[in-house]
């Protein structure tokens, strides 16, 4: 491509070379791929680079080709084929001319596939949708954003998930009413906790699993293949192409009915392979490189998409709002966020708020990437520390509050606040308004910019990590220390009274272990499965996380996600090493139920007597038991905290 254009000044070719290509060859339809419907079928190809480019047609997902056509080139470097048919269920590839030679490619547009995504398949998605799905509504939005962290597989491979074996780790598994006998498992249980929305690991399709292979295979799934096809693993055939979209919304439509709204996890900062369909189609325009010409590797994935561009743009906002569109997605969380630049983020928020109204869908991301990555010109990284460019409706995963609660994420033995941490007294008086009054290197727009949390699939479950720093000599996974629930609980209480929202593990309610492994990305499913016996055994646990559950959404206070949300807490004390207090104005426009609340955490050994103000005071939550209502006897002016808890009172 080089070729085409000339050399000029400071830039380097490739950047001379993108930036004229995105003058000439940007192309804004929103219908590259194959678009068919019951007469017609519409084949659309972007590859300003191609001589030729030949459409090959299978009626089989294996097997020779029984058709093959020339497609036709039109502006803006769009290649074209119509059929006066609809072409449902055929399967197709490319043969795309560059530089002289032919390369086969799938279609990186692709809306549906066959086994393992190497071959592309014609949809007509109404075809695909479960009975009834243009009906299927996200339910209303709650007072908080309580979002439950879920791989499809880990929700339902344990037996003990009581799935019929054909749906254990599939889709499926979510349309199965969980039982309630002898204890809630599945979607009862999710249900009875009381999360507003499940967070799925990746679920694109994905190169690491061999769908045709065993069932023993796991992988977490951040290696996309084809960025708008569900993964095939999580299928119940994957001969079909059809059948994976189909389930796919099924599930969707099931967490749906039950209350939850889904995010979807998505990946849009590198491919699988470089060897990508988009990287054949378009070689080189679709990555970043190095000065040397080497790829660069800020995903430390081997590549890094090229956000910054003007088709690689369209390629994921137009992405994310095919998925919101045809899944009915109801928010997404982004893979390594700081690859991407916060011009693509505001936009696709400005997309989907125009489409769906503002806030509807809700959008966070990691605010960090691997390693430096060369960014296009006039551009800024989605960091934490451009978190201010960023909209007020996108979301980032704040390392502050998850490393002062629990202790440094790469450290396993140092220890947090929790799990006998010193002097974060005023680290964790900061993190209660979501860094808004200081304490960090950046600061939020307002709290609802900030996603609380402390554990999440990457390192050490929150029980892993508790274990390796409070039993440092001989951590015994398995074993059900006092010192580690009581710690675990007040990890909890904290994040759980923090303004901004609130983000879990599953399974951190129940003592989740992977029995110490810091990155089970392909590990076993058995050690990172959720071991549903663990929700009776952790019964006191579950039962301490579902009060905070349903007790933070009465508290408006906390919930405000509002820029001056920060000014509602008061009176923030040290009381001495480990124990702070502070006070929250929670007065609401409607329905309050308490004027303030005084919030206490004790995260040292020893019991504590805090002193209450005047009034009529109740205990809604302390270190045991979350959401009930004891009344303080009038004329007490002082309440005792026991050692490595939290207390809420309210009045
Ligand atoms: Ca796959």
């Known amino acids: 491509m080089a070729a085409l254009f000339e050399r000029k000044g400071f830039m380097t070719d490739r950047e001379f070379t993108n930036i004229k290509l995105d003058e000439r060859f940007r192309y804004d339809g929103k219908d590259l791929g194959a678009v068919c419907a019951e007469n017609r079928t519409i084949f659309k190809a972007w590859s300003p680079a191609a001589e030729r480019i030949v459409l090959r047609l299978y009626r089989e997902d294996r097997g020779a080709h029984c058709m093959e056509r020339e497609m036709m080139r039109g502006e803006r470097g769009v290649w074209e084929l119509a059929f006066e048919r609809s072409l449902h269920g055929m399967y197709y590839d490319y043969l795309v001319r560059i530089d002289g030679a032919d390369t086969v490619t799938a279609d990186p547009y692709a809306r549906a596939c066959g086994c393992n995504g190497a071959r592309s398949m014609v949809v007509d998605l109404r075809l ?30 344990d037996k003990g998930s009581r799935v019929p074996e054909a749906y254990r780790g599939k889709y499926m598994a979510f349309t199965v009413k969980g039982e309630e006998e002898p204890y809630p498992v ?12 499940v967070h799925l690991l990746p679920f694109f399709d994905y190169g690491s699993v061999d769908e045709s292979g065993d069932e023993e295979q796991y992988n977490w799934g951040y290696d996309p293949v084809n960025f708008n096809v569900p993964e095939g693993s999580y299928a119940t055939d994957v001969k079909d192409g059809t059948v994976r979209i189909r389930e796919c919304k099924e599930m969707i439509r099931s967490l749906h009915q039950n209350g939850l709204r889904v995010i979807m996890d998505v990946v849009y900062n590198h491919t699988y392979k470089e060897d990508s369909w988009l990287q054949r189609m378009m070689p080189g325009y679709y990555y970043r490189y190095e000065e040397d010409g080497s790829l660069s590797d800020g995903s430390a994935c081997g590549n890094d998409i090229a956000a910054g561009r003007a088709m690689v743009d369209n390629y994921i906002a137009d992405s994310v709002m095919y998925w919101a569109k045809e899944y009915h997605i109801d928010g997404f969380r982004f893979d390594l966020m700081g690859l991407l630049t916060v011009e693509l983020m505001n936009r696709i928020r400005s997309e989907l708020d125009g489409e769906f109204g503002k806030g509807e869908k809700f959008l966070y991301g990691e605010p960090w990437r691997a390693d430096a990555s060369p960014m296009e010109r006039g551009t800024r990284a989605a960091l934490k520390e451009n978190t201010r460019c960023l909209d007020d409706g996108i979301g980032i995963f704040s390392d502050d509050t998850r490393d002062v609660i629990k202790g440094h994420v790469f450290e396993e033995k140092e220890p947090g606040f929790v799990n006998g941490g010193s002097d974060l007294e005023h680290l964790v008086l900061h993190a209660v308004t979501g860094w808004r009054d200081g304490g960090a290197d950046f600061c939020p727009l307002s709290c609802g910019q900030i996603i609380n949390y402390v554990s999440a699939h990457d390192n050490f479950t929150l029980w892993d990590k508790l274990v390796l720093s409070m039993h440092r000599e001989n951590p015994d996974f398995t074993r059900h220390y006092e010192d580690v629930l009581a710690a675990n609980r007040l990890a909890a209480f904290i994040y759980f009274t923090c303004q901004g929202n609130l983000f879990m593990q599953a399974g951190e309610e129940f003592g989740r272990t992977k029995l110490g492994e810091e990155n089970s990305y392909c590990s076993r499913p058995e050690i990172n499965m959720l071991r549903w016996d663990q929700t009776v055994e952790f019964g006191d646990l579950v039962e301490y996380y579902r009060g905070l559950i349903h007790l933070r959404k009465k508290l408006p206070g906390l919930c405000d996600k509002s820029p001056g949300a920060e000014m509602r807490i008061t009176a923030k004390s040290i009381h001495r090493d480990g124990v702070v207090s502070f006070r929250v104005n929670n007065r609401a426009l409607e329905n309050g139920n308490w004027e303030e609340l005084l919030i206490i955490y004790n995260a040292s050994k020893e019991d504590y007597a805090v002193p209450v103000p005047e009034g009529s005071w109740e205990i809604l939550a302390d270190g045991r038991e979350a959401d009930c209502r004891r009344r303080i006897e009038e004329g007490v002016r002082e309440v005792p905290v026991e050692g490595r808890s939290g207390m809420l009172l309210a009045r």
Do not use: W
């Open 186 to 197: 599945c979607m009862e249980y999710l249900r009875r906790l009381g999360v507003t929305h």
């Open 128 to 157: 695909t949708d479960p009975e009834g799905f243009d009906k299927d509504r996200a339910p209303d939005a709650q007072e908080e954003r309580i979002i439950y962290e879920l791989h499809i597989k880990d929700f339902s491979y």
